[in-house]
């Protein structure tokens, strides 16, 4: 169990829909990052937030967002879905007073599925 | 993001050999991970490395980081059955910017007793 988790752990849903993924970081973790994993992209950067401002962005389109908020979970908006958008989305933390800032530890995944 | 060649794509070996798996980029990176996925689950870290050259290990298995900086080797020992799964290197580039991880495609490994 790394310690990061995210809900829901599946989610299927219509073309066109908008839905909120959720992830809470590890203890003590500031940075929170968001990948996309489809079977031929491979896992793909999307954005990285650290105590609650945006740090860095990768691959992510612009019907995606996400916020990182207080209490340091963040969720990841994606709006306007297709079917392309099928896949699953990882969220990872790192940075915590433990650890060090570059390594990066995994939740579950959230498969998502768009009909 | 940056592009990761990793190989081989799959392997398919004997409980007791040893594995090796590479991963190679056209760009240097500060620092190197290999992480661990089975089906359905997220990576798991296996090995993190900082330096050119350092050479690290967590039990059966030992990574290397590349003294080009732009490569990365992961060996694995007496394999086991529960060594199943596929292993995914990542490069990070640790800039002001951010720390995003660039991901090989993987190297899916069987294993038969």
């Known amino acids: 169990d790394s310690g990061v988790t995210q809900t829901p752990k599946h989610l299927i849903t219509a073309t066109g829909q908008r839905v909120t993924l959720r992830c809470s970081p590890r203890s003590g973790d500031l940075s929170v990052y968001w990948y996309q994993q489809s079977l031929d992209q491979g896992l793909q950067f999307l954005i990285q937030y650290y105590n609650g401002e945006e740090r860095a962005k990768g691959n ?47 939740g579950p995944g959230t498969r998502l599925t768009v009909t | ?20 798996m590479n991963c190679t980029s056209s760009s240097i990176f500060n620092t190197w991970l290999w992480y661990k996925q089975d089906p359905g689950e997220g990576p798991v870290l296996l090995i993190a490395l900082y330096k050119a050259g350092e050479l690290t290990s967590n039990g059966r298995l030992t990574a290397q980081f590349g003294i080009t900086r732009k490569d990365s080797f992961l060996n694995i020992s007496a394999s086991i059955p529960s060594d199943v799964g596929i292993y995914f290197c990542a490069g990070q580039l640790r800039s002001n910017s951010g720390y995003a991880l660039n991901f090989g495609k993987g190297t899916s490994l069987l294993v038969t007793p």
């Open chain 2, 1 to 20: 993001g940056q592009q990761l060649n990793q190989s081989p794509q799959s392997m398919f070996i004997q409980e007791g050999e040893d594995v090796s």
């Open chain 1, 60 to 106: 992510i389109l612009e019907r995606f967002s996400a916020q990182q908020f207080p209490d340091l979970h963040s969720e990841l908006n994606l709006s306007s879905l297709e079917l392309g958008d099928s896949a699953l989305y990882f969220c990872a933390s790192s940075g915590g007073l433990a650890g060090s800032m570059y390594e990066q530890y995994f």
